[in-house]
């Protein structure tokens, strides 16, 4: 295989974040720090990683024709990103994220989607040259369901990499999730897919790839690193210990790496080692993109 594209198909956000002792509970209020803005969205964020570590990135999708949205895409276009696919949509307010950020990492979010949530269905034809069996096609839950859909039937059928990272979590029709070559979820997107909670030992992820039709799963386990499931095996990948600044995006940040790894003829099992390794740096930066290396 020679080294193909990274196309992500996907959110495009701008983050508006501020820091907190404590994540505020349902009807509570807390007073945070000074508001920071932030480029964001999980499938930008996912386009970013990936070309930090030297893939060629296409970005599909849409943002609105305002001052997020301009922004968005100048900080895409920084990154060597090709972004002559993303609509720009007149009347629609870009994408955005509401976050708030505690003193131990963890985050709390609310995506006003806007102009994602206009993105088309035909959308993965607007990459050019059209996707072809060198590239590697990603998506994620962003975007409408319509749309997941058509890009894995659109990119499997052009003989592509597909990757679906199903988060926020929402179910997936079987019949298309059996057309995807990867899946990444987190734990909780791993029982949306399956319907119920899944025990995360090595018979547990079997089962569910069984249960979920997935031909592969690598469920991301946060500070625990990653497990990668075939019907046949369960390998499991530590993540090295770091300071924790920031884990919004951590997900995001080991999708692309691990795309970009995959566009670059890595085999799975590789490519989860430096996806690993490359999402563990990230938490040390704030910010979704903050501490996104490169290779
Ligand atoms: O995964 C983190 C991302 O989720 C943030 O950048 C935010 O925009 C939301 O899409």
Do not use: W
């Amino acid at each position: 295989m020679t080294a193909g594209r990274v196309i992500v198909v996907g959110s495009i956000n701008v983050d508006l974040v501020v820091g907190v002792d404590e994540l505020p509970g349902p009807g509570e209020t807390v007073i945070g720090g000074d508001l920071v803005t932030h480029q964001g969205g999980k499938g930008a964020n996912q386009a970013v990683a990936a070309a930090r570590q030297g893939a060629s990135v296409v970005m599909l999708g849409a943002v609105g024709d305002d001052d997020f949205g301009t922004g968005a895409l100048e900080a895409l276009v920084v990154e060597g990103i090709d972004v002559s696919g993303v609509r720009v949509l007149s009347g629609a307010p870009s994408g955005t994220a509401l976050i708030a950020v505690s003193s131990g990492g963890e985050n709390q979010i609310v995506v006003a989607p806007g102009a994602n949530a206009r993105v088309e269905a035909t959308v993965l034809d607007a990459a050019s040259p059209p996707v072809s069996a060198d590239d590697v096609v990603v998506v994620q839950h962003e975007v409408p369901v319509a749309v997941v859909e058509r890009v894995i039937r659109d990119g499997s059928a052009a003989g592509a990499t597909v990757m679906l990272n199903p988060a926020p979590a929402r179910a997936v029709d079987p019949e298309v999730l059996a057309l995807v070559d990867v899946v990444i979820p987190n734990e909780h997107e791993l029982a949306a897919l399956v319907g119920s909670a899944v025990s995360l030992d090595d018979a547990g992820l079997s089962a569910a790839v069984a249960a979920a039709g997935a031909r592969a799963l690598v469920v991301t386990l946060g500070g625990d690193g990653a497990a990668l499931a075939t019907d046949e095996v369960v390998t499991r990948v530590p993540a090295p210990v770091v300071d924790v600044v920031d884990t919004t995006g951590a997900g995001d940040t080991f999708v692309g790496a691990l795309a970009a790894a995959l566009a670059r003829g890595e085999a799975l099992d590789a490519a989860v080692v430096a996806a690993v390794e490359v999402a563990a740096v990230s938490v040390t930066g704030a910010g979704a993109r903050g501490g996104m290396p490169r290779r």
